[in-house]
């Protein structure tokens, strides 16, 4: 070849083509959207993050989050993502219009993260774990069904009765989201819920009662304090490789009185009698961060999925949850 | 042109005996050759010296992030070394500290071979690889005390990023004006790819940076960018490398000009206008326009044409030579090399089809893919060139047959296995993923033992890197063999060489 100039030319211009093909073109499709408002202005999605969340972002990038998990539901004809209650529609791109970095992620050593705050709880169900369920969780099942919905009564007192019997069995049921899909399913004063709330609220309030090995609700804020400070005890029986992050912790002696914030740890983590364990305002702002990941919202773009509902059988929760109410039954 | 007046024709002295005639013409070429040689030695010494240094602390970065990933409370306690800041930390310590300098000082040295010209004020191009090291070491210490940006293969922060562009610069532009001051007409296989490389690279890294960090984009954008940039830095920066200097190396060993010009030069440019079209269809089913991913997945299925372009004049010209293999250190870590481009491309295109990808994405069959073309493609390639090279700038030749061996089949040994596990791995966990009756923790368990297998496929590497580590020490320190023929592998059947020369 004796054209430099054409040699020049061409690998300028095989860049300039990828370039504009691949990133400019797709920038001006997809790269300018506006949140997505009704009629009148209001209800506003997405909506930017509180600073803790903002702050949290940061922790999440520098200690490698993004690895392991994802933040991306696929459709429902691709993939599993929304059999696994992972959302309940598609991602698109406006969920992800103020997010910087947006963490899509490219791998699954661990689950999908894109609703994990939606996930979580309720505030006052949070708030006011069912005493009955805390002390004497096997005394009744029917004690402990106070203010949340028969649904969620329904679906938590067997489990809860069984881990009375046995610990083990209680451990492994509680990660499960629907911890007993079959009450839930037979329970008809459910009220039927609209599809938009259904799938997400159902396991969620199904996990509000709190674990009577002193485990706070599944996604809680509590929670994901525990679980980043030991996965490992508190998903017992499963064998995540999740590394802890004790480092987002700080372990000191309790002077006065126990901070509100510290961890309840039970077992081989307990510090001991005098010592306390509380998260530092980085891992504060880390699980601001994640339960303020939501992407719930309906967008005229990507429309709920609507076999979404609950489907028992195909739930994952199915298999476990099974265990606790054979051993109920002996 | 035709493939006889490539430049380079006649092959090395030292390896083939030459006819009587050619002797004076041969001789000036060897002088001209030795000049050159010596004016890229201290600065190709250099980046291959501090490429190995970064090849030994990313292969120690590697181990902890295989081993933590099944055994998770190994030093989980200090957050410098925690699973999420080990990994980034080993690839970009492999990116750009191995891989880069590595292949910047082969590209170096072949050019200055090729334009036939010497390496003009060396000792400056030694700042640029000291600039370079210093913006690794910048921002892989960013990384590990947790100023990471959080996207893939640029999590060095823009104050790291920006030492490295200096530094890259200065290189560039000795590369630059060796190609201005080059002699005769012809511009080599190799040089274009080098030339491509050399020019790719600032482009698609200053136009990443600039739309990640100057004038940020908006939302899934991000993810966007960050992939066409590890694509084409995988593609244009890396393979180009990688291929340009199997192109010279191949024919350079066999004493024998490659087979095809044309095929080559078909090779040349569709690889570079489809692979640096690919990538896209790692975000499959994502948030993101389906045409974008189509047309990516289009473009891994065109690569088929520089693949099979490539391969087949590799093939071509080492027809009837194979034997020779048996002997020569940087034939078969090359050879190696160009066949792991192949498989590479066949596995890209395999990952990247829609059925496949439903059950390979989200997987650790991702991994297997980098792996694939970043060890057992182009870092066996790089590992051949320093097997041709480092003697010409050392004046010595390696000490230990045995030793090269050994680094060969624990490389060759370990990339296959790690490929092979984490390619089964992946499969088998991408399988319970997609399968929604199975709970989320399976797909996690049923990888764990393909994962432990890795680990032990490290090893092997490791071994493989203190190895020749240790055999680079000794030639740089002036402890190789003083003799006027080569290395070769099995030196017992030299006489059989030369027959079959």
Same mark, same amino acid.
């Given at each position: ?330 | ?7 380079f ?10 006819? *009587? ?19 890229t030695?201290?600065?190709v010494?250099?980046f291959y010296?501090?490429a ?20 998770? *409370? ?24 191995w891989a880069s300098m590595a292949g910047i000082g082969t590209a170096i040295w072949l050019m200055a071979r090729l ?60 590369a ?12 080599y296989i190799t040089q274009w790819y080098l030339l491509g490389a050399f ?36 593609f244009l920066w890396f393979g180009a490398i990688g291929l340009g200097t199997a192109y010279y190396m191949i024919p350079k060993v066999i004493?024998?000009?490659v ?5 080559a030069?078909?090779g040349f440019?569709?690889y ?38 490539v391969?087949?004049n590799h093939?071509?010209t ?10 020569s250190p940087t034939l078969r870590f090359t050879v190696f090399g160009a066949f792991a481009y192949?498989?590479f ?28 073309g970043l060890y057992a493609f182009f870092t066996m390639i790089i590992f051949g060139s320093m097997y041709y090279i480092v003697?010409r ?51 996690? *368990? ?56």
């Amino acid at each position: 070849m004796k054209g430099v100039t054409g040699l020049f030319l061409g690998i300028f211009g095989t860049f300039a083509f990828s370039w504009t093909g691949l990133t400019l073109i797709p920038n001006w499709q997809i790269g300018h959207l506006d949140p997505q408002a009704d009629e009148e202005g209001t209800d506003i999605y997405p909506q930017p993050k509180s600073g803790m969340a903002q702050r949290g972002r940061k922790i999440y990038a520098a200690n490698g989050c993004v690895y392991c998990h994802s933040q991306q539901v696929r459709a429902d004809y691709a993939a599993s993502d929304i059999d696994r209650k992972w959302g309940t529609r598609r991602s698109a791109p406006r969920d992800y219009i103020f997010e910087r970095p947006a963490f899509l992620g490219k791998m699954r050593l661990g689950p999908d993260l894109s609703n994990i705050g939606k996930r979580a709880p309720s505030e006052e169900e949070n708030a006011s774990p069912s005493p009955a369920a805390s002390t004497s969780p096997g005394a009744s099942p029917a004690a402990n069904t106070p203010a949340s919905s028969p649904n969620a009564s329904a679906a938590s007192s067997p489990a809860a009765a069984a881990a009375s019997a046995s610990p083990a069995a209680s451990a492994n049921a509680s990660p499960a989201p629907a911890s007993s899909p079959a009450p839930a399913n037979s329970s008809p004063p459910a009220t039927s819920p609209s599809p938009a709330t259904s799938p997400a609220s159902s396991p969620a309030t199904a996990e509000a009662t709190p674990n009577p090995n002193g485990i706070p609700p599944q996604y809680s804020a509590a929670w994901h304090h525990l679980h980043l400070y030991s996965p490992r005890s508190v998903l017992a029986g499963s064998s995540s490789n999740m590394p802890a992050y004790k480092f987002l912790y700080e372990k000191r002696r309790i002077s006065g009185e126990r901070s509100a914030d510290a961890l309840k740890l039970t077992g081989a983590e307990n510090p001991g009698e005098d010592w306390e364990v509380v998260p530092s305002y980085d891992a504060k702002c880390l699980v601001a961060y994640l339960m303020s990941l939501d992407q719930s919202h309906e967008l005229k773009e990507a429309k709920l999925t609507s076999g979404a509902a609950p489907a028992p059988s195909a739930s994952p929760a199915a298999s476990p949850a099974a265990a606790p109410l054979k051993e109920e039954k002996k | 042109m035709n493939p006889s007046e490539v430049p380079f024709t006649p092959p090395d002295p030292a390896e083939v005996t030459t006819t *009587d005639s050619e002797v004076t013409t041969l001789d000036v070429e060897q002088v001209e050759r030795a000049l050159i040689d010596a004016s890229t030695r201290i600065p190709v010494l250099f980046f291959y010296g501090s490429a190995i240094v970064w090849l030994l602390l990313g292969t120690l970065l590697a181990g902890l992030t295989s081993w933590k990933l099944h055994a998770p *409370d190994l030093l989980a306690d200090c957050s410098w070394i925690t699973w999420g800041r080990v990994r980034p930390a080993h690839m970009n310590v492999m990116v750009y500290g191995w891989a880069s300098m590595a292949g910047i000082g082969t590209a170096i040295w072949l050019m200055a071979r090729l334009c036939r010209t010497t390496l003009r004020h060396p000792l400056l191009l030694i700042t640029g690889g000291a600039f370079w090291n210093l913006g690794v070491l910048l921002g892989v210490g960013a990384i590990i005390v947790g100023d990471s940006t959080g996207y893939e293969w640029l999590e060095f922060p823009p104050y790291a990023s920006i030492v490295l562009f200096v530094a890259y610069s200065l290189v560039v532009s000795w590369a630059m004006l060796m190609f201005r001051f080059r002699r005769g007409e012809n511009i080599y296989i190799t040089q274009w790819y080098l030339l491509g490389a050399f020019l790719w690279f600032p482009w698609v890294y200053g136009a990443t940076q600039i739309m990640l960090f100057a004038v940020p984009v908006q939302g899934v954008m991000q993810a966007a960018v960050t992939w066409w940039f590890g694509n084409n830095l995988m593609f244009l920066w890396f393979g180009a490398i990688g291929l340009g200097t199997a192109y010279y190396m191949i024919p350079k060993v066999i004493g024998r000009p490659v087979y095809s010009y044309h095929l080559a030069a078909i090779g040349f440019w569709t690889y570079a206008l489809f692979a640096s079209w690919t990538g896209m269809q790692r975000l499959v089913d994502g948030p993101f326009p389906a045409w974008m991913i189509t047309a990516s997945i289009a473009a891994s299925i065109l690569t088929l044409i520089p693949v099979a372009t490539v391969g087949l004049n590799h093939h071509m010209t080492m027809q009837g030579y194979f034997g020779l293999l048996r002997y020569s250190p940087t034939l078969r870590f090359t050879v190696f090399g160009a066949f792991a481009y192949t498989v590479f491309s066949l596995m890209g295109i395999f990952l990247s089809l829609r059925s496949i990808a439903g059950y390979v994405h989200f997987s650790e069959a991702s991994i297997a893919y980098s792996h694939i073309g970043l060890y057992a493609f182009f870092t066996m390639i790089i590992f051949g060139s320093m097997y041709y090279i480092v003697p010409r700038l050392v004046g010595r030749e390696w000490r230990y047959a045995t030793l090269i061996k050994l680094h060969f089949w624990s490389s060759a040994y370990g990339v296959g296995l790690m490929v092979l596990m984490l390619f089964l791995g992946g499969i088998a966990q991408g399988n319970s993923m997609h399968d929604p009756t199975l709970q989320f923790t399976e797909a996690t *368990d049923s990888v764990l033992p393909y994962l432990r297998g890795r680990s032990v496929s490290g090893m092997l590497l490791t071994i493989a890197h203190f190895i020749f580590a240790f055999h680079f020490g000794l030639m740089l320190f002036g402890l190789g063999r003083s003799a006027s023929v080569p290395t070769f592998l099995n030196p017992k059947e030299e006489e059989a060489v030369k027959e079959h020369i």
